[in-house]
């Protein structure tokens, strides 16, 4: 087997409500784009007793034996799919952990996706969505690129041809953990994307929404609203928002000039954060 690589693009939520509690799993609603930021993953298959996981890049520090993709080739070779073969999987991380943008659950999402469409992995819909859910929520967001609407009941409805959003992503140099800002939920939203539609990706319907985890990182880390507030009077953005349960936030915009201004006003301002710019794909 030749190398391939594969491209596994950042996730954000253009809006996310928690609606309620299942056990120990939350229950949310979200309305999800990707964009064009992505991490580069190699495969290769290889003879080998064990497969060969290794992570480079700006990103990969901090990354443990125990992510979302052992996890992954775990959970197929206790199912017998991979059939004793083993693989060399090189991941240069371009997305920041910790920021809200899926970048290991769509790593995971990524591999699993090419597994099947290559047919190294003979499977039906159910067991694949079950493995996604076994390594992690997001995972199943990733299995199909397009923007999206999970609802509170955790059905997807998925949308195509939408008009695509020049996005300033910005991240500080601290990280929010997921499992610390999920335990602080105390309230639940109403649920409000029940009956997706495509006009929910409106900016007019976009605008009235919000991530109800914003409130609790703010708290938290106080410097996160400060910097909110400061996108939102970066050369007039549509709107700003949290992705996730962050530390990173997003400046939408209809224009890539406005956009790329942004950018070189808010460097200006703070020199050592990380910030991208990119589009909604």
């Keep these: 087997m030749t190398q391939i690589k594969i491209k596994s693009f950042a996730k954000i939520n253009l809006a996310l409500n928690v609606t309620g509690k ?14 064009s930021l992505y991490d580069e993953i190699d495969i290769k298959k290889i003879k080998s007793k064990t497969h060969n996981i290794s992570f480079t890049g700006e990103f990969a520090q901090n990354i443990g034996k125990n992510n979302t993709v052992s996890k992954l080739l775990q959970i197929l070779e206790s199912k017998n799919l991979l059939q004793n073969r083993k693989f060399r999987i090189k991941i240069k991380k371009r997305i920041p952990s910790k920021a809200g943008l899926g970048g290991g659950s769509m790593n995971a999402a990524s591999i699993l996706n090419y597994f099947v469409k290559r047919n190294i992995i003979k499977s039906n819909k159910k067991e694949i969505i079950n493995i996604s859910n076994e390594i ?14 999970l609802n509170s009941k955790k059905k997807i409805k998925y949308f195509t041809n939408r008009e695509a959003l020049h996005t300033l992503i910005v991240k500080p140099n601290f990280g929010c953990s997921t499992k610390e800002i999920y335990s602080k939920v105390r309230k639940f939203n109403k649920p409000k994307l ?16 919000s991530n109800s985890l914003e409130p609790i990182a703010f708290s938290k880390y106080p410097k996160l609203k400060s910097l909110k507030f400061f996108l939102q009077n970066l050369s007039k953005p549509l709107f700003v928002r949290m992705t996730g349960s962050g530390s990173a936030l997003v400046a939408y915009f209809r224009s890539k000039q406005r956009c790329d201004y942004a950018k070189k006003q808010f460097k200006k301002k703070f020199k050592n954060y990380w910030c991208i710019t990119s589009k909604t794909i």
């Design 136 to 149: 992690g929520s997001d995972v199943i967001l990733g299995l199909n690129r397009k923007n999206s609407i």
């Design 194 to 209: 029940n009956n997706p539609s495509i006009k929910m990706f409106d900016y007019e319907f976009l605008k009235k929404m």
């Design 22 to 35: 299942d056990s120990s799993i939350h229950k949310i609603e979200s309305i999800i784009a990707f964009v």
